[in-house]
């Protein structure tokens, strides 16, 4: 049995609030949900295009409950990133905000048919005439979390996602008792983790669509009482300009974080303001392509190991690989991180002819990240495989490079080619660069001709607070 066919069970539990304190027992969520979804026809595929509310959640669990496979797609998509989308994947149903642009557009045109408006959603049936086959075992459908434009989806099964909810509520402690607020999208699969984990276990989710830094999420969290909630390293350089250690917040039981590398110096800093307000920070590493988690770092080893992701969720495990796929045994040793589990996902699809097929990872994703292991078995990131480059005959890594500005105070991402490393910053003052110039140089050991130096607006970041590095010039 899936766990969002068995949450019947918690009946009169609390399961949901709303930004607007609006509250439902599981009894009455399921009502909603099945509602709903009770007209569709299963195994067809279903356009959600959601936000961080009520509605979202209810058709969310209810394509699931119903066997309808959604798409998560956040709200705020670029319009021809979606058509794109919906050209080649012609879903059955879309279901989105009744005044989302995209879809004004389209049921102007008569490509839709309204089946049902549902508070400030409404379920359409479309025009796509072709019907065509799903694999059996497939539920759910999510962007890579670096998705800028591509179509590429990550196929999920029914079993992905009972494994890594189940993972997850244990390595955790997660109980009835506890409450998550929502912080990051709900079409990312981080904040998709933290539903399904929190839902397996019968606790209650606040559905919150605002920001960390405006005022209202922080009223809305002391009107709720979270005991918990999650963020991306980006979420945690805010908390640390909004003085997250001063706030007075007496409910949370512990953080999490993941969705990129957090530096040694922010999780040391972070796990000593926990540690005096009496909570956990729990640093996790994973990937949309398994899920969500692959890793955890145990509070009691959060001091001792700051800087490392820690070890494999229960029913995983790890491996390094060299250059030449050969397994290194030794500690210390950088090699590509290999994870085996469960919660390996089916595979991509580009396309909805892509849909029907099976499982082609076998539980075995080899995972582009380049780690190491230390002599207790914690594992530590090095980079992205592909996120270096030749200086000279050198490999330099550019997310080590990142950090190394990171402390001298600067604000960059870098890129380029090879013997050509390109700085981005925000920075305008010519002496800032100067000086960024001057740093790497000597630091690195490179020609000052070898860097250069861009003055860009603004950071490109993806929903989740991921550098987008593709949006750079």
Same mark, same amino acid.
């Given at each position: 049995?899936?766990?969002?066919?068995?949450?019947?069970?918690?009946?009169?539990?609390?399961?949901?609030?709303?930004?607007?304190?609006?509250?439902?027992?599981?009894?009455?969520?399921?009502?909603?949900?099945?509602?709903?979804?009770?007209?569709?026809?299963?195994?067809?595929?279903?356009?959600?295009?959601?936000?961080?509310?009520?509605?979202?959640?209810?058709?969310?669990?209810? &394509?699931?409950?119903?066997?309808?496979?959604?798409?998560?797609?956040? &709200?705020?998509?670029?319009?021809?990133?979606?058509?794109?989308?919906?050209?080649?994947? %012609?879903?059955?149903?879309?279901?989105?905000?009744?005044?989302?642009?995209?879809?004004?557009?389209?049921?102007?045109?008569?490509?839709?048919?309204?089946?049902?408006?549902?508070?400030?959603?409404?379920? #359409?049936?479309?025009?796509?005439?072709?019907?065509?086959?799903?694999?059996?075992?497939?539920?759910?459908?999510?962007? !890579?979390?670096?998705? !800028?434009?591509?179509?590429?989806?990550?196929?999920?099964?029914?079993?992905?996602?009972?494994?890594?909810?189940?993972?997850?509520? %244990?390595?955790?402690?997660?109980?009835?008792?506890?409450?998550?607020?929502?912080?990051?999208?709900?079409?990312?699969?981080?904040?998709?983790?933290?539903?399904?984990?929190?839902?397996?276990?019968?606790?209650?989710?606040?559905?919150?669509?605002?920001?960390?830094?405006?005022?209202?999420?922080?009223?809305?969290?002391?009107?709720?009482?979270?005991? !918990?909630?999650?963020?991306?390293? #980006?979420?945690?350089?805010?908390?640390?300009?909004?003085?997250?250690?001063?706030?007075?917040?007496?409910?949370?039981?512990?953080?999490?974080?993941?969705?990129?590398?957090?530096?040694?110096?922010?999780?040391?800093?972070?796990?000593?303001?926990?540690?005096?307000?009496?909570?956990?920070?729990?640093?996790?590493?994973?990937?949309?392509?398994?899920?969500?988690?692959?890793?955890?770092?145990?509070?009691?080893?959060?001091?001792?190991?700051?800087?490392?992701?820690?070890?494999?969720?229960?029913?995983?495990?790890?491996?390094?690989?060299?250059?030449?796929?050969?397994?290194?045994?030794?500690?210390?040793?950088?090699?590509?991180?290999? #994870?085996?589990?469960?919660?390996?996902?089916?595979?991509?699809?580009?396309?909805?002819?892509?849909?029907?097929?099976?499982? @082609?990872?076998?539980?075995?994703?080899?995972?582009?990240?380049?780690?190491?292991?230390?002599?207790?078995?914690?594992?530590?990131?090095?980079?992205?495989?592909?996120?270096?480059?030749?200086?000279?005959?050198?490999?330099?890594?550019?997310?080590?490079?990142?950090?190394?500005?990171?402390?001298?105070?600067?604000?960059?991402?870098?890129?380029?080619?090879?013997?050509?490393?390109?700085?981005?910053?925000?920075?305008?003052?010519?002496?800032?660069?100067?000086?960024?110039?001057?740093?790497?140089?000597?630091?690195?050991?490179?020609?000052?001709?070898?860097?250069?130096?861009?003055?860009?607006?603004?950071?490109?970041?993806? @929903?989740?607070?991921?550098?987008?590095?593709?949006?750079?010039?």
């Amino acid at each position: 049995m899936n766990f969002y066919t068995d949450l019947d069970k918690y009946g009169k539990n609390l399961a949901v609030i709303t930004d607007k304190g609006e509250q439902l027992t599981y009894d009455a969520f399921l009502f909603e949900c099945d509602n709903l979804m009770g007209s569709l026809i299963s195994r067809r595929l279903l356009f959600l295009v959601c936000n961080n509310s009520l509605e979202s959640l209810v058709a969310y669990i209810g &394509a699931l409950r119903k066997g309808v496979v959604p798409v998560m797609i956040n &709200a705020g998509v670029d319009s021809q990133l979606y058509k794109h989308l919906y050209e080649q994947y %012609k879903p059955s149903y879309v279901y989105a905000p009744r005044d989302w642009e995209a879809i004004v557009e389209d049921v102007e045109t008569e490509q839709f048919k309204k089946l049902e408006d549902y508070r400030t959603f409404t379920l #359409y049936a479309t025009d796509c005439a072709e019907e065509y086959e799903l694999y059996p075992e497939l539920a759910l459908l999510l962007t !890579t979390s670096g998705s !800028t434009g591509s179509p590429k989806l990550v196929r999920q099964s029914y079993k992905n996602i009972d494994a890594n909810a189940d993972s997850i509520a %244990k390595y955790l402690g997660i109980v009835s008792s506890d409450r998550a607020i929502t912080t990051m999208p709900m079409s990312y699969t981080y904040c998709l983790s933290i539903i399904n984990s929190h839902l397996l276990m019968g606790a209650s989710l606040v559905m919150s669509d605002y920001s960390i830094i405006q005022r209202e999420f922080w009223t809305l969290f002391k009107e709720s009482e979270p005991t !918990t909630f999650g963020g991306v390293p #980006y979420i945690y350089e805010q908390l640390k300009k909004l003085r997250f250690g001063r706030m007075n917040l007496p409910s949370l039981r512990y953080i999490t974080q993941a969705g990129g590398k957090l530096s040694k110096e922010m999780a040391e800093e972070f796990n000593e303001i926990c540690e005096k307000k009496g909570i956990q920070l729990i640093v996790m590493y994973g990937q949309t392509e398994a899920t969500a988690r692959m890793a955890y770092l145990p509070w009691d080893h959060a001091k001792e190991k700051a800087g490392s992701m820690g070890i494999a969720i229960p029913g995983g495990e790890f491996s390094l690989i060299d250059v030449d796929e050969k397994a290194i045994d030794e500690p210390e040793i950088v090699g590509e991180l290999v #994870y085996r589990g469960p919660n390996v996902t089916l595979g991509y699809a580009e396309g909805y002819k892509d849909l029907k097929l099976g499982d @082609e990872r076998q539980g075995v994703l080899v995972t582009g990240d380049m780690a190491k292991r230390d002599k207790d078995g914690f594992y530590y990131i090095v980079g992205r495989k592909k996120r270096f480059l030749k200086m000279y005959g050198n490999r330099v890594n550019l997310d080590e490079v990142e950090g190394l500005l990171k402390k001298e105070g600067y604000e960059c991402v870098c890129a380029g080619v090879d013997d050509n490393m390109k700085i981005y910053t925000t920075a305008v003052a010519d002496e800032a660069h100067k000086n960024i110039i001057g740093f790497l140089s000597k630091t690195l050991g490179f020609v000052q001709r070898s860097f250069q130096v861009t003055v860009i607006d603004e950071i490109p970041r993806n @929903e989740s607070g991921k550098v987008l590095y593709s949006a750079l010039n």
